[in-house]
């Protein structure tokens, strides 16, 4: 870990899902700008089943090797008061918290039609509810130290997808999750902006345990490669931008547009049942094609 410019110097971060992947390559990056970082990961395989594995520990190691400061934690990050504690070690080790970084997930592929409710309560958990739990938790924090008069300059860069934002064949469940956490952010940005937290979401691309086997990745860009938009985003510099969802593909970034407001027509009454066809068609015609689904 060289010296590289100190962008996060004095400055607390949890990274979830960080034993691995995007995660742990981000986790290597705020450290390397300087950053304590806890490094999160629960040790599970991709499909979300306990391994025992901790590779946090090598990641903790690499960060300390480097003359950086890290520590383990195996939380669930869908378990509540696992999530209320892993914000909580933060504090007590380094004596707050400033940056989340939301990015544990896995995936459990199904077309929708052989999709099982087990497989979509558990990628719906812990995707959704993943991010959920240590922002509610980070934001109870942030909110408390705000009106006690030490207000942070706190950062969380949640994780989407291009799957959630465009949709994917054969990803239903992980699709609707990432869909949920671009949603999340919208309003924890505004919700969350009175207290000096800024909240974005990121929909990176890489080759990672994830995709690979799902199709080929060999073009695709690396884990690392997402990890400085990120670190810039964690930084005290970045406070103007917030409720956003930017896809990062190797070395292309992209601010995502989202839904927004359409064509419209007030008919300036109720409308009758067969009058909608004709004025819906108009406003189709009128409105850009949605983006394709992938794998369509």
Request: net charge negative; no cysteine; glycine share 12%.
């Amino acid at each position: 870990m060289n010296a590289a410019s100190k962008l996060l110097e004095g400055r607390v971060a949890i990274v979830t899902g960080a034993g691995r992947g995007i995660g742990r390559a981000h986790a290597l990056e705020l450290a390397r700008h300087g950053a304590a970082v806890v490094v999160n990961d629960f040790g599970v395989s991709l499909a979300g089943e306990g391994t025992g594995e901790t590779p946090a520990e090598s990641v903790v190691a690499e960060i300390e090797s480097g003359g950086g400061r890290a520590v383990v934690n195996t939380a669930d990050v869908a378990d509540f008061a696992q999530a209320e504690a892993m914000v909580q070690q933060a504090i007590d080790t380094f004596g707050g918290l400033d940056i989340l970084v939301n990015n544990a997930g896995f995936v459990r592929d199904r077309m929708l039609v052989n999709t099982s409710e087990e497989e979509w309560d558990a990628v719906i958990r812990v995707h959704l509810k993943g991010h959920f739990a240590p922002l509610r938790h980070a934001g109870a924090y942030w909110r408390a130290e705000a009106k006690e008069g030490r207000q942070r300059t706190a950062r969380v860069i949640n994780t989407s997808s291009g799957a959630g934002l465009q949709g994917s064949v054969g990803q239903a469940t992980y699709s609707a999750a990432k869909a949920g956490i671009a949603g999340l952010t919208l309003v924890a940005a505004q919700e969350m902006g009175r207290y000096g937290v800024t909240v974005n979401a990121i929909a990176p691309v890489a080759r990672t345990r994830m995709t690979e086997g799902a199709f080929d990745t060999s073009a695709m860009a690396l884990p690392e490669d997402n990890s400085p938009i990120v670190a810039w985003l964690a930084s005290e510099e970045a406070g103007d931008v917030t409720g956003r969802v930017i896809e990062i593909d190797g070395s292309t970034i992209t601010v995502e547009t989202g839904w927004a407001h359409g064509p419209a027509h007030d008919l300036g009454r109720r409308w009758e049942a067969a009058e909608v066809g004709p004025a819906l068609r108009d406003l189709l015609a009128a409105a850009p094609d949605p983006e394709p689904v992938y794998g369509a």
